[in-house]
């Protein structure tokens, strides 16, 4: 099956006064229609820049962006704002973590809704309303009739996420991002949140990206898992091989540092001591070896390429775990 | 030295200043005619003439004795109702933005109606009050001054205080303040030692584009006959010589350039002072 | 007004730390003043780890706060060592403050931006004239390396230098200066990241050992609180529902909240398929609670009694205790 998109070496430097900085580093992924991928890392990573990157969102004369995003096998990085915009919000959508900044604090829910709608297909007023209305009803969004008169403020944190999700998917898009969604909600609302991302999913055939760094909502919700460090992929598995046959020594510190609620108080808590590596220098080893409980002098002296270990998981290791 | 590494703008402001400063100070004792002294023999003669380096005006009136003398008041006006503006508004502002309750309500009730007035209007309406009516009278002069600098800072009071006032309620909202009095420190100590030493920069920075915005305002004033005695201050000098721009375009453009100048110096301070808070309190 | 009742109290071995029938309230506008805290007891023994957990909107930060007397409290007490600091005049109050300390959420906001972080972690010292100079400063870089910092490269330097992770561990080390009795912590690994938040963790277990500490950790992370705490408390909108051990309410929540709750936080685990007991609606607004049982709305189990009576905390398992008229099984 052909790819819904396919990015390839997409690499993002920055001009800082501190010098160049390389956040992302030649990364490459491929989503399936209607796939549900998870995009895991902590801060400096570079999963944040790198999603941006792939949602046009960065610009600036400091950004230099290099490689190439397919969709639907259409060339999208080279295309200006004009094109961008047949793309993004009609066949790529993409939700955020605060949806407070994400809807305009001056204007009804009902009125933001029905401008996009109205703007990108051409529907008429009533029409818009009633579609509206159709979509508050589909994020299960109570009294979706009163809701259009609110105004962002007047709604609690997970409703107006839900609303944010609601003008994402009004133009059916192929492709859903969603960046942190669930950071900033309390855990309750979470789970009802990924509840309905996952229900929409099924309903619309939608494939879906979340951005987090929260291994527990990726677990729960995607087919397959990407996990950076340090501006690149150094992990990437179905979700089940992720955890039952994690390959890279970071993905497994990283598992074993999690606590768990389903877990016993066991002895202490394994932590990853260290920083993450600096962005702003080039990179002649392993990113995780200073780090790495597993790390040999060729670690320090190499740079790891990805590795095909079949079946669609690749790591980025010269001694994974577990045997290559 | 304290320049060493400093950017081109910071060095050249510097130089600038201090040579103001030292004018202000120490250019008295330059031999120099009087800043108010005609001299009958060169009426409006160009720069670099014989006896005067930097010219004339009509009346005979030596540009740089002028200049020097109106760095001093200028400048004077501009420091010391910015320093005494910056204090009290800070004061009244920090103690408004961390007690909160009716002493904001009042501080902020003082601010904000002195805030509505135009300022122009109201620093007008001041020196017509309290200063005396002739600026030709030396004996009057000084007193003209003196309400013309109490006036500026009357105004600037609100304007700064308002600032600091802000700056207090965002500081004191922060968890270090919690801390400090969870470290059982009394209200005055949390004060001095916290909130003031971070209140202060912005406050500073501001101060310098207040400066700046004070001496065009003097100009301003005396252009509108409200200023001290014609002739004592850049702004004044420029207000008398104006009119005589074609015979003796230098006299206008003298006090223009050194204004120019001595904003520029000032906003150059603000600004650099403004970046370097905003890049220690900015995170990546 | 009626709380959750006090049932959970004992008296022998004394608490260090009583809290009863706390009432906190702010005005919110022109409306009546909101109890984020309502009528809460609690109390904390000699080297426990205590959690609040809640999410937001529950109080439990105020909670946390309104112990120290940070913000103004409406009624109740606080007693420690015999003492009911709520009753205390100003400079008494200041007396007892150095048997308690708190860390916060964010960490970089916690420390004051203009002073070093020396100057941070010996302040307290400072203000209380504990030693001569030369002892406080063997003090400081004690704590400094006891929170895994070199205190040669951090002394000098200022809070915007360091991460989050790093200026949590110096707020840790300027908490434990006066060699408190009670450290509360809200949410103090919330805004960090899953490794440093491990990392700061086992610091806090670790001083706990060493200084003989009591904790209170207030959190809205089940999963963290489960790992480190001794006794859980859930809050809801300013009242108890359940205290347990951690194993207990974890495993078998007796509260439909606690397992709503549970069942809610994401497990790393694919295989690990999740309870669908997913809680509609909204939390109600802290301003027009709910009468009788505040849970009750989004309850699948409430009834009328739910409505016109306030549960009161009973004892289910020795030492655990709910607040619920038809606890789950």
Same mark, same amino acid.
């Given at each position: 099956?052909?790819?819904?998109?396919?990015?390839?070496?997409?690499?993002?430097?920055?001009?800082?006064?501190?010098?160049?900085?390389?956040?992302?580093?030649?990364?490459?992924?491929?989503?399936?229609?209607?796939?549900?991928?998870?995009?895991?890392?902590?801060?400096?990573?570079?999963?944040?820049?790198?999603?941006?990157?792939?949602?046009?969102?960065?610009?600036?004369?400091?950004?230099?962006?290099?490689?190439?995003?397919?969709?639907?096998?259409?060339?999208?990085?080279?295309?200006?704002?004009?094109?961008?915009?047949?793309?993004?919000?009609?066949?790529?959508?993409?939700?955020?973590?605060?949806?407070?900044?994400?809807?305009?604090? !001056?204007?009804?829910?009902?009125?933001?809704?029905?401008?996009? #709608?109205? &703007?990108? *297909? $051409? +529907?008429?007023?009533?029409?818009?309303?009633?579609?509206?209305?159709?979509?508050?009803?589909?994020?299960?969004?109570?009294?979706?009739?009163?809701?259009?008169?609110?105004?962002?403020?007047?709604?609690?944190?997970?409703?107006?996420?839900?609303?944010?999700?609601?003008?994402?998917?009004?133009?059916?898009?192929?492709?859903?991002?969603?960046?942190?969604?669930?950071?900033?909600?309390?855990?309750? !609302?979470?789970?009802?949140?990924?509840?309905?991302?996952?229900? #929409?999913? &099924?309903? *619309? $055939? +939608?494939?879906?990206?979340?951005?987090?760094?929260?291994?527990?909502?990726?677990?729960?919700?995607?087919?397959?898992?990407?996990?950076?460090?340090?501006?690149?992929?150094?992990?990437?598995?179905?979700?089940?091989?992720?955890?039952?046959?994690?390959?890279?020594?970071?993905?497994?510190?990283?598992?074993?540092?999690?606590?768990?609620?389903?877990?016993?108080r066991?002895?202490?808590?394994?932590?990853?001591?260290?920083?993450?590596?600096?962005?702003?220098?080039?990179?002649?080893?392993?990113?995780?070896?200073?780090?790495?409980?597993?790390?040999?002098?060729?670690?320090?002296?190499?740079?790891?390429?990805?590795?095909?270990?079949?079946?669609?998981?690749?790591?980025?290791?010269?001694?994974?775990?577990?045997?290559? | 030295?304290?320049?060493?590494?400093?950017?081109?703008?910071?060095?050249?402001?510097?130089?600038?200043?201090?040579?103001?400063?030292?004018?202000?100070?120490?250019?008295?004792?330059?031999?120099?005619?009087?800043?108010?002294?005609?001299?009958?023999?060169?009426?409006?003669?160009?720069?670099?003439?014989?006896?005067?380096?930097?010219?004339?005006?009509?009346?005979?009136?030596?540009?740089?004795?002028?200049?020097?003398?109106?760095?001093?008041?200028?400048?004077?006006?501009?420091?010391?109702?910015?320093?005494?503006?910056?204090?009290?508004?800070?004061?009244?502002?920090?103690?408004?933005?961390?007690?909160?309750?009716?002493?904001?309500?009042?501080?902020?009730?003082?601010?904000?109606?002195?805030?509505?007035?135009?300022?122009?209007?109201?620093?007008?309406?001041?020196?017509?009050?309290?200063?005396?009516?002739?600026?030709?009278?030396?004996?009057?002069?000084?007193?003209?001054?003196?309400?013309?600098?109490?006036?500026?800072?009357?105004?600037?009071?609100?304007?700064?205080?308002?600032?600091?006032?802000?700056?207090?309620?965002?500081?004191?909202?922060?968890?270090?303040?919690?801390?400090?009095?969870?470290?059982?420190?009394?209200?005055?100590?949390?004060?001095?030692?916290?909130?003031?030493?971070?209140?202060?920069?912005?406050?500073?920075?501001?101060?310098?584009?207040?400066?700046?915005?004070?001496?065009?305002?003097?100009?301003?004033?005396?252009?509108?006959?409200?200023?001290?005695?014609?002739?004592?201050?850049?702004?004044?000098?420029?207000?008398?010589?104006?009119?005589?721009?074609?015979?003796?375009?230098?006299?206008?453009?003298?006090?223009?350039?050194?204004?120019?100048?001595?904003?520029?110096?000032?906003?150059?301070?603000?600004?650099?002072?403004?970046?370097?808070?905003?890049?220690?309190?900015?995170?990546? | 007004?009626?709380?959750?009742?006090?049932?959970?109290?004992?008296?022998?071995?004394?608490?260090i730390l009583?809290?009863?029938?706390?009432?906190?309230?702010?005005?919110?506008?022109?409306?009546?003043?909101?109890?984020?805290?309502?009528?809460?007891?609690l109390e904390l023994h000699d080297g426990e780890t205590l959690a609040i957990i809640?999410?937001?909107?529950?109080?439990?930060?105020?909670?946390?706060?309104?112990?120290?007397?940070?913000?103004?409290?409406?009624?109740?007490?606080?007693?420690?060592?015999?003492?009911?600091?709520?009753?205390?005049?100003?400079?008494?109050?200041?007396?007892?403050?150095?048997?308690?300390?708190?860390?916060?959420?964010?960490?970089?906001?916690?420390?004051?931006?203009?002073?070093?972080?020396?100057?941070?972690?010996?302040?307290?010292?400072?203000?209380?004239?504990?030693?001569?100079?030369?002892?406080?400063?063997?003090?400081?870089?004690?704590?400094?390396?006891?929170?895994?910092?070199?205190?040669?490269?951090?002394?000098?330097?200022?809070?915007?230098?360091?991460?989050?992770?790093?200026?949590?561990?110096?707020?840790?080390?300027?908490?434990?200066?006066?060699?408190?009795k009670v450290l509360i912590c809200?949410?103090p690994?919330?805004?960090?990241?899953?490794?440093?938040?491990?990392?700061?963790l086992n610091?806090l277990q670790e001083m706990k050992v060493?200084y003989g500490l009591s904790l209170i950790f207030i959190s809205?992370?089940?999963?963290v609180v489960r790992a480190i705490s001794t006794r859980i408390l859930?809050?809801?909108?300013?009242?108890?529902?359940?205290i347990?051990d951690p194993?207990?309410?974890?495993?078998?929540?007796?509260?439909?909240?606690?397992?709503?709750?549970?069942?809610?936080?994401?497990?790393?685990?694919?295989?690990?398929?999740?309870?669908?007991?997913?809680?509609?609606?909204?939390?109600?607004?802290?301003?027009?609670?709910?009468?009788?049982?505040?849970?009750?709305?989004?309850?699948?189990?409430?009834?009328?009694?739910?409505?016109?009576?306030?549960?009161?905390?009973?004892?289910?398992?020795?030492?655990?205790?709910?607040?619920?008229?038809?606890?789950?099984?």
């Open positions: 099956m052909s790819d819904l998109l396919k990015i390839t070496d997409l690499a993002v430097d920055f001009d800082t006064s501190y010098g160049v900085l390389h956040a992302v580093r030649g990364v490459s992924l491929d989503i399936a229609p209607g796939e549900s991928v998870g995009i895991v890392g902590e801060s400096g990573s570079g999963k944040t820049v790198f999603s941006r990157a792939t949602m046009g969102l960065l610009r600036g004369s400091s950004v230099h962006r290099t490689g190439q995003i397919l969709f639907e096998g259409t060339e999208i990085s080279s295309l200006d704002s004009k094109q961008i915009r047949e793309y993004w919000g009609t066949k790529i959508a993409m939700i955020f973590q605060d949806p407070m900044t994400a809807l305009n604090p !001056v204007r009804r829910i009902g009125a933001q809704m029905s401008e996009s #709608l109205i &703007k990108r *297909l $051409g +529907m008429s007023k009533s029409e818009a309303k009633d579609r509206a209305i159709e979509l508050l009803t589909l994020v299960k969004l109570p009294e979706p009739e009163l809701a259009l008169e609110k105004y962002a403020h007047q709604l609690s944190g997970g409703m107006r996420q839900r609303v944010m999700i609601a003008m994402a998917i009004a133009c059916n898009p192929k492709m859903l991002f969603a960046d942190e969604p669930t950071t900033a909600l309390d855990v309750t !609302v979470q789970a009802q949140v990924l509840e309905l991302l996952a229900d #929409l999913r &099924k309903e *619309l $055939g +939608m494939a879906m990206v979340i951005i987090t760094h929260d291994l527990g909502v990726v677990a729960g919700y995607t087919d397959r898992i990407a996990v950076m460090y340090g501006g690149e992929i150094v992990e990437l598995a179905t979700t089940t091989d992720l955890f039952t046959d994690t390959k890279m020594p970071y993905t497994e510190a990283l598992i074993k540092s999690i606590p768990r609620v389903d877990r016993k066991g002895s202490e808590l394994s932590s990853i001591e260290g920083m993450p590596p600096d962005p702003t220098k080039e990179r002649a080893s392993c990113g995780f070896a200073d780090r790495c409980p597993y790390a040999v002098q060729k670690c320090r002296d190499e740079h790891p390429e990805l590795v095909d270990a079949g079946n669609g998981h690749s790591y980025r290791c010269f001694f994974p775990i577990g045997g290559k | 030295m304290v320049l060493k590494n400093k950017p081109l703008g910071f060095k050249l402001s510097t130089a600038w200043l201090s040579l103001c400063v030292l004018m202000a100070t120490l250019g008295w004792m330059l031999p120099l005619p009087k800043w108010n002294s005609s001299d009958a023999d060169a009426l409006g003669v160009t720069m670099f003439s014989k006896g005067h380096i930097l010219g004339t005006d009509n009346w005979g009136i030596d540009q740089l004795s002028a200049m020097i003398h109106g760095t001093r008041i200028s400048l004077g006006i501009a420091v010391v109702s910015v320093t005494l503006g910056a204090f009290l508004g800070a004061f009244l502002g920090v103690m408004a933005g961390y007690t909160r309750g009716w002493i904001d309500a009042i501080i902020s009730m003082y601010f904000n109606v002195t805030l509505a007035f135009p300022t122009l209007v109201l620093l007008l309406a001041l020196v017509a009050i309290f200063a005396s009516p002739d600026p030709f009278n030396p004996g009057t002069t000084l007193p003209r001054m003196v309400v013309l600098t109490f006036a500026i800072t009357f105004v600037l009071i609100p304007f700064l205080g308002r600032l600091a006032r802000a700056a207090t309620v965002s500081w004191a909202g922060r968890d270090f303040v919690l801390v400090a009095k969870s470290l059982g420190l009394k209200r005055r100590t949390i004060l001095l030692q916290h909130i003031v030493p971070n209140v202060l920069p912005s406050l500073i920075s501001v101060s310098f584009l207040g400066a700046g915005l004070i001496i065009i305002l003097e100009g301003g004033l005396s252009i509108l006959g409200a200023g001290g005695e014609p002739g004592s201050s850049w702004g004044s000098l420029l207000a008398r010589n104006r009119g005589d721009i074609d015979l003796t375009p230098h006299t206008t453009f003298i006090p223009v350039v050194a204004i120019a100048l001595t904003v520029m110096a000032f906003n150059y301070f603000g600004e650099y002072l403004r970046t370097g808070i905003d890049n220690r309190d900015s995170r990546i | 007004m009626a709380g959750t009742g006090k049932a959970h109290l004992r008296d022998s071995p004394a608490p009583r809290v009863e029938n706390l009432v906190i309230e702010y005005k919110s506008g022109r409306n009546d003043p909101v109890q984020a805290v309502s009528n809460i007891s809640g999410e937001s909107g529950c109080g439990k930060s105020t909670l946390g706060k309104g112990i120290l007397k940070l913000v103004d409290v409406t009624s109740g007490s606080v007693v420690f060592n015999g003492v009911d600091i709520n009753t205390l005049d100003k400079e008494a109050l200041r007396q007892v403050r150095p048997n308690f300390q708190m860390i916060f959420q964010d960490s970089i906001s916690s420390l004051d931006p203009h002073l070093t972080v020396g100057r941070i972690v010996r302040q307290p010292l400072d203000i209380w004239n504990r030693g001569e100079e030369s002892e406080r400063d063997a003090k400081v870089d004690e704590l400094l390396v006891s929170v895994g910092l070199d205190p040669e490269r951090v002394k000098n330097r200022k809070p915007h230098e360091f991460s989050g992770g790093q200026c949590q561990r110096i707020s840790i080390a300027r908490a434990l200066t006066l060699e408190p809200d949410e690994v919330s805004s960090l990241d899953v490794s440093i938040q491990a990392q700061i610091i060493r809205h992370d089940l999963a859930v809050m809801y909108l300013g009242k108890v529902c359940e347990a194993d207990t309410l974890c495993d078998s929540p007796r509260h439909h909240y606690t397992h709503a709750l549970v069942s809610s936080v994401p497990v790393p685990d694919p295989t690990v398929h999740r309870h669908s007991a997913i809680l509609q609606g909204e939390p109600p607004s802290p301003t027009n609670p709910p009468s009788g049982c505040r849970f009750r709305t989004r309850c699948a189990a409430a009834t009328e009694l739910c409505a016109t009576e306030e549960p009161q905390l009973r004892e289910t398992t020795p030492g655990n205790y709910v607040a619920c008229h038809h606890p789950r099984d």
